[in-house]
C-alpha cells in the first residue's frame, strides 16, 4: 500500500478536490483505494457523499484506542473505501500535541496497517495549515502530492510546503518522504497568468509537474454540494476528463498498468477550453 498525502497549508487550492477525485478515478481503474479524511472540515467526507457523524473518524486511533481498522468504511463506490472526519479531530491536535510522539503516531498506525495488504493506494487528505494534522501525514506519507492553483500566491505556498517536507526529512520523521508531484489546478489557457505560473513551476520541478491540468470548472465546485465526484455530477465535462487523465498518469507514474475507465482526449498545459 503505497501512502500518499495531498497536502498545502494554504486553502481553496482543490486539495480537497483532488483528493476526492483522484481517490475515484484510481478506484474505477480497478485499483483499491483507502481515502482518510484528516481535515477536521470533513470536505471529503461529505463530498464523497457520506454522513460526517465522526464516530469513525481517526481520533481514536491516533490516540492509541483502537487500530484504524476498526474506523475504515466502504464508501458506495467500487474499490473505493475511506476513514471519515469529524469535528472531533479538532481536539485531537491539542491532545497529540502533548504527547511525545505525536508526530509518528499516524506512521505507525498506517505502517502497521500495511501488512493486511486490503489496498494498493492510501490517499490522505490534509487540513489547509500547518498543524499537528498536516505534520503527522507528511511523516506518514511516502509521498507527497500538491495541489496548486494557477496564481503567483500560489507560488509562494508552494515554497512553503516544500520546505516543510524538508524539514520533516531532516529532522528523522520522514527520511524517505518524497514529493511525488505537483498538479496544477483551476487552470484557464485563455490568461496568461494561468501558463506563466505552470511555466515557471516546470522551470523548478520539471519532474514533478504533472502534465495534466485541471480546469477552472463551475461543476467540480457544485459535485461536493450533491455528495458526488466530477466524473458522477460531470461525466463528460473538462474537469472529469482532466481528473481522469490525472488519475492515468499517477499511474503510469507508479508503473501500475490498469484498464482505463473510459477512452478519454488528453487534458494538457495546451488545453484552452474551461467551464
Given at each position: 500500500?503505497k501512502?500518499?498525502a495531498i497536502?498545502?497549508?494554504?486553502g481553496?487550492?482543490?486539495?480537497?478536490?483532488t483528493?476526492i477525485?483522484l481517490?475515484a478515478?484510481l478506484?474505477q481503474?480497478q485499483?483499491?483505494?483507502l481515502l482518510?479524511?484528516?481535515?477536521?472540515?470533513a470536505?471529503a467526507?461529505?463530498g464523497i457523499?457520506?454522513?460526517?457523524?465522526g464516530?469513525?473518524s481517526?481520533?481514536?486511533?491516533?490516540?492509541?484506542a483502537?487500530?484504524m481498522?476498526?474506523?475504515i468504511?466502504?464508501?458506495?463506490l467500487?474499490n473505493?473505501s475511506?476513514?471519515?472526519?469529524?469535528?472531533?479531530?479538532?481536539?485531537?491536535e491539542i491532545?497529540?500535541a502533548?504527547?511525545?510522539?505525536h508526530?509518528?503516531?499516524?506512521r505507525?498506525?498506517l505502517?502497521?496497517?500495511k501488512?493486511?495488504?486490503?489496498?494498493?493506494?492510501c490517499?490522505?487528505?490534509?487540513?489547509?495549515?500547518?498543524?499537528?494534522?498536516?505534520?503527522?501525514?507528511?511523516?506518514?506519507?511516502d509521498e507527497?502530492?500538491i495541489?496548486?492553483q494557477c496564481?503567483?500566491?500560489?507560488?509562494e505556498?508552494?515554497a512553503?510546503?516544500?520546505?516543510v517536507i524538508?524539514q520533516?526529512r531532516?529532522a528523522?520523521?520522514?527520511?524517505?518522504?518524497?514529493l511525488?508531484?505537483?498538479?496544477m489546478?483551476?487552470?484557464d489557457?485563455r490568461?496568461?497568468?494561468?501558463?506563466q505560473?505552470v511555466e515557471e513551476?516546470?522551470a523548478?520541478f520539471p519532474a514533478?509537474l504533472?502534465?495534466?491540468?485541471?480546469?477552472?470548472s463551475i461543476?467540480i465546485g457544485?459535485?461536493?454540494?450533491h455528495?458526488k465526484t466530477?466524473?458522477?455530477?460531470d461525466?463528460?465535462g473538462?474537469a472529469?476528463i482532466?481528473y481522469?487523465?490525472?488519475a492515468?498518469?499517477?499511474?503510469t507514474?507508479?508503473?501500475?498498468?490498469?484498464p482505463p475507465?473510459?477512452s478519454?482526449p488528453a487534458a494538457?498545459?495546451n488545453?484552452n477550453a474551461?467551464?
Open positions: 500500500m501512502i500518499i497536502a498545502n497549508q494554504k481553496g487550492v482543490g486539495k480537497t478536490t483528493a477525485n481517490s478515478g478506484a481503474r485499483q483499491r483505494v482518510i479524511d484528516l481535515d477536521p472540515q470536505n467526507t461529505s457523499g457520506h454522513e460526517a457523524d464516530a469513525d481517526m481520533y481514536h486511533p491516533l490516540l492509541g483502537c487500530g481498522e476498526e474506523k468504511v466502504p464508501s458506495r467500487a473505493l475511506i476513514i471519515p472526519s469529524g469535528m472531533d479531530l479538532a481536539g485531537v491532545e497529540l502533548r504527547m511525545d510522539d508526530l509518528v503516531r499516524l505507525k498506525l505502517t502497521d496497517y501488512k493486511h495488504n486490503q489496498f494498493d493506494f490517499i490522505i487528505d490534509t487540513p489547509p495549515s500547518l498543524g499537528v494534522l498536516m505534520t503527522s501525514a507528511l511523516a506518514a506519507a507527497i502530492l495541489p496548486l496564481e503567483w500566491f500560489g507560488l505556498g508552494l512553503k510546503i516544500v520546505q524538508e520533516i531532516e528523522g520523521a520522514n527520511p524517505q518522504i518524497t511525488e508531484g505537483i498538479i489546478t483551476m487552470y489557457g490568461t496568461n497568468l494561468s501558463r505560473v513551476v516546470s523548478y514533478q504533472y502534465n495534466t491540468v485541471i480546469p477552472r461543476r457544485e459535485a461536493p454540494s455528495g466530477i466524473f458522477e455530477h461525466p463528460s473538462n472529469s482532466a481522469g487523465n490525472a492515468d498518469e499517477f499511474l507514474r507508479h508503473k501500475v498498468f490498469a475507465a473510459a478519454v494538457t498545459h488545453d474551461t467551464l
